[in-house]
């Protein structure tokens, strides 16, 4: 799954890219936002690519850590999931 600007998850996602990607987008309110089965579809690791603005002068450990929080009841039946935080491009004034 590619990179999208948000909106709903894609009709093409698996249930747990669904719920994954619902839960991120209530508790980032990301302006991109991406989550891949990366186990074939059996759930047990994910890719996550998240642009936030709640990022903006946060460590990539403590961006992370957010994203880990969300998700803190999904990652205990997960083998692993790797995060890939980011910030919007500033705007001009």
């Not at 991120?24 to 990301?30: A, E």
């Not at 996550?48 to 403590?62: D, G, P, Q």
């Not at 935080?85 to 004034?93: E, F, G, R, W, Y």
Request: aromatic letters at 4%; a positive charge; one cysteine or more.
């Amino acid at each position: 799954m590619a990179i999208r600007r948000v909106s709903d998850a894609p009709r093409s996602a698996t249930d747990g890219e669904r719920h994954i990607y619902n839960k991120l987008l209530q508790g980032l309110s990301p302006t991109k936002l991406a989550v891949t089965d990366s186990s074939g579809g059996c759930g047990s690791m994910y890719v996550v690519e998240v642009e936030a603005e709640c990022f903006r002068n946060i460590s990539r450990v403590k961006q992370t850590m957010m994203v880990n929080r969300l998700l803190k009841d999904e990652l205990k039946e997960m083998h692993g999931m790797r995060v890939l935080c980011s910030v919007p491009p500033a705007t001009k004034p």
